[in-house]
């Protein structure tokens, strides 16, 4: 067996996510409640009626390809060459990794808290990584001057979440320029990876690394914007000598993403349709602000993405925290540590389930946080 | 750049498959012509119209693995945790290969000839190789007694596909039976990897290595049996204990395969329709025995999968001829070459496309053979 296997844990997420029962408010999701729209399904199924679910090239559809690089329009990516279509943004990140770093010399830079996928990623391959930490008495905002200053000699890549899972919080402009000057002092060869995910999920001014730094990976899917999460559909978007090595890893790895999942997107984008859920986050966004200030409880409002940082009572542990509520309360939330040290002592809320359900949520978070339950140590 | 990515070339086949015109008779596909049924979609289209398209559990969706398990019904592997649901039987052999294989110590034995993804992904992954070819003189029989001979202290697994790509023979059970009894002597500790993605398009009798040897894991999907290529759904059979570690490789590089393609697989299995397409490749076989009989030209009859080796005329480079097949006489064919060096000197021909095509691209490969251009030498 490889050893680096067996010493991998599972997903921690995955093993909270699983205590959930019929009667749970579940607060854990990853993934909208919205349905997806069935007109680009229909698309797919006209396709398949047509002309069957034959392999495509293994970066992709090249329409589909095409009109992601046109969609985004980011400078020097703006072609087919540009995209390699992946099995959702997951399979997008391990690909760009495997593809970048020489696990012999190299170091990964991972901006925390993260989503534990980009650790795992790293830990199957024997890639170095470090961690630089937000500060959490900034509300975890993004900070271009201590991501600069946790770089090495030995960084190849830095890799960042915005819209941020799972802190929600938005890189600002000035902070991006203030990371993108450090960058450039240093030639330009670090790659900077920018998870975009939760990109179409933004309730204020949108940073796209991609507008300000050439040797930028950008790692996107219709799985957030359009409610898609499982039908495995991402891409990474770079300059096309990337993608071309790319293409090899993902080829060798799963052939090729899957063609009717590839049809559906090609709606999606012929039909303007990335955006079709955008109004219903920024509406329920604000209703969720006013649910946590009326809790009490102390929380970071959510500038992107769907999630929002609750803190736990001073010392709680938050995988106890996540246990107990789970079993005493049946809510489901996720522990702050899944995304690093850095974020011990909050839950992460995912704030997509019905208002009513996320009242109800958050009056049971306070119960038990009053309670005195949560602050088991483990 | 990780120099393991940079030093891999692309897929040879894909290559040639490129130069395909409109005009051209394509004998190069590895995949089927026949139309996939529409009910399978149709049912994955309803459940999608009611459900969406969530995340499914890594390692599947849960109906779906005891479907698979119980329709194989491999001793030791009928429940759903036998299986782990993959993107294709291309991610379940990746994933299996990572999983099984310590890079530090342990060696890979490839029967040969074999599709080049095996070695592929082990040099992705600096995954000591070694080969072993069968026999051009026995038509590349699958010799137990000859891939028993090649296993050395270090072989941790050996790979085997059957029915071949590209020799298109199936193991007979007495030279499985030599295969696993030298197994056996070795304590079961090395694993056999069964790829039987072509197990519905055989002629004769079926071997299973897991009804024979208990350390099998079988890889497979839907893409032959069900015209579903473009499908990406396939599935690693196994003890429990291995796919639970199979699973945290899946994880963090897909998450989990398409909910939609799982759906379309839950209907196979439930309509019992796994070997809809087997009749008619039973019938085409016969065809194209007699018109390989009529064309004049050295061949292997075969005996699975939907190819046929014909031979080159003494001396004449596979890749090369390839070449001029499809650039001079406007017909796709594989070179052996893509197959390894024991494959060298044949070109592989697919038999799905319409009956005349085939004997027009037959009747083109020997007035190729006969002009003497083939001999050219790479």
Redesign the interface.
Known sequence: ???R??A?S??LI?QIASKKRESSIDLGLG?PTL??N?AH?EAA?AY??ER???????AGDAELRAHIAAYYAYPGMTEAENVCVT??S??AM?VTL???????SDELLVVEPAFP?YL??AA?HGIAVRSVAMDEGEDFAIDGERIAAALTERTRAVVLCSPCNPTAQVVEREQADVLVRALERRGGSIALIHDEIYREQRFGERVDFARLYGNTIAVNSLSKSN??????LGWVLAPAAFIE?AT??H???????????QRVAVHVFESRTVEEHAAWYAKRRDDVVALLHHSGLRFVAPQGAFYALVRLPGGASSLESALALVERYDVVAIPGIAFGMSCEGWLRLSWVAPLDELREGLARIAALFSSGASEART
Chains 1, 2 share one sequence.
């Open positions: 067996m490889n050893p296997v067996a991998i599972g997903s995955r993934e349905a997806p069935a399904f199924m398949v009626r069957g679910v034959r392999y495509t090239a293994n099995v959702g997951q399979e391990y495997l593809t970048l770093l020489d696990p012999a996928s795992k990623m199957l409610a898609l999460t499982g039908l495995r090595q090899k890893v080829a060798w790895a799963v052939s090729c993403a899957d063609t009717f999942s």
